[in-house]
């Protein structure tokens, strides 16, 4: 094209307009993508970001206000725990369960369900039972629990910490495993009839290191469940780290390995030991290993201050205890924004 003065005139305005439009652009993107809490920065990319939280808290204001601010997604500490929701045979409890759920509901939050069935944490009742009798108990109390919550748990972990610590790779023992192998998957068909619309997950913890043992043996009961398709929908990394358990460098590929298998993941209960710049790079790494993996969903901290914390000394949480953003949660927004 031959270029006369005024197409060049018209060409200068133009690409002035295109520069200054992507200028402007520049200028409103970052503050615009820039969002201020943990749970809308994760939203930006679908994810959700929860805390554990416990009943007994919900009326210390400090700890609602960072709650209602900071939080998308919301697990109880305790309360849906199998003691506290049938402390005696056949007779369901949810005081507490609800508080939570209700306060996490009025307050536009979805629910992690914790935990269905679990060897820790069992009404005393439960404690010294066996056999077929045990196995009918656990898949009651998996119906009652997963059947009173129904529609209103985005995820449960119907299965915790079913596999032994050290090298074997295989099943912990414990009076339900002793019901039979098939026990897990039995409860997750439970589940699945109870509550339909929920992802069922198996949650354990020292599972994020791809080489250890624990690790792959639960991904070869995953890959087994969904060849033989056992209805189970996502595992929970529970990611409690501190010097002796850190953060392990292949943990994008444990994800997504995972990922691999046609499940989510989601990092449950996360917390990391230590203090300043160290622990806010480990808690960037955790969080960067999730954006990484396209069905990691969302991570949840589990706690909020460093002294709601059940490992309170280790100070592994994002807020201190005086409800102040610590470095590790500066890391965190950064990571969700970039
Ligand atoms: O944080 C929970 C603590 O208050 C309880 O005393 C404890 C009892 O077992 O459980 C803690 O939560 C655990 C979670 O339910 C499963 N993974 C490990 C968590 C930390 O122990």
Redesign the pocket.
């Known amino acids: 094209m031959k270029l006369t003065s005024r197409s060049v005139s018209r060409a200068v305005l133009v690409s002035t307009m295109v520069t200054a439009t992507a200028a402007a652009s520049v200028l409103v993107a970052s503050p615009a993508s820039a969002a201020t809490t943990l749970g809308a920065s994760a939203a930006q990319s679908g994810r959700y970001f929860g805390t ?1 939280v ?1 009943a007994g808290k919900l009326g210390d204001s400090t700890y609602v206000n960072i709650l209602n601010r900071e939080f998308d997604m919301v697990t109880a ?2 309360e849906m ?1 199998m003691d506290a929701t049938e402390p005696n045979p056949g007779q369901f409890s949810y005081g507490n369960a609800d508080r939570i759920v209700n306060h996490a509901r009025n307050q536009g939050k979805r629910v992690r369900g ?2 269905l069935a ?1 060897h ?2 069992q009404p005393g009742w439960m404690q010294n039972m066996s056999g077929s009798a045990l196995r009918q108990a656990m898949l009651n109390h998996v119906t009652q629990v997963a059947t009173y919550y129904r529609g209103k748990i985005h995820s449960w ?1 119907v299965v ?2 079913a596999f032994a610590d050290g090298n074997s790779g295989g099943r912990r023992d414990s009076n339900l495993q002793r019901t039979g192998n098939d026990w897990i998957e039995a409860a997750f068909r439970a589940a699945r009839a109870a509550d339909p619309g929920a992802k069922l997950c198996y ?1 354990d ?1 020292n599972t994020d290191n791809w080489s250890h043992a624990k690790t792959q043996g639960v991904y070869r009961m995953v890959q087994d469940f969904k060849s033989r398709g056992v209805p189970i929908d996502c595992v929970g990394f ?1 990611a ?1 780290f501190n010097s002796g358990n850190p953060v392990p460098n292949n943990y994008h590929t444990t994800l997504q390995n995972f990922a691999n298998l046609g499940v989510d993941v989601q990092i ?2 996360l917390d990391i030991a230590g203090s300043g710049s160290s622990q806010a790079d480990q808690f960037k790494g955790v969080t960067q290993a999730c954006l990484a993996v396209s069905r990691c969903n969302g991570i949840t901290v ?2 909020i201050r460093d002294s709601d ?3 309170a000394s280790d100070t592994p949480l994002l807020f201190d205890r005086n409800g102040n953003k610590k470095a590790a949660y500066n890391s965190v927004l950064a990571q969700l924004n970039s």
């Open positions: 554990a416990a500490e305790n725990k914790h935990a679990w820790q944490q972990d915790n910490e949650n913890y529970q409690h449950t209960e589990w706690g914390s059940w490992r």
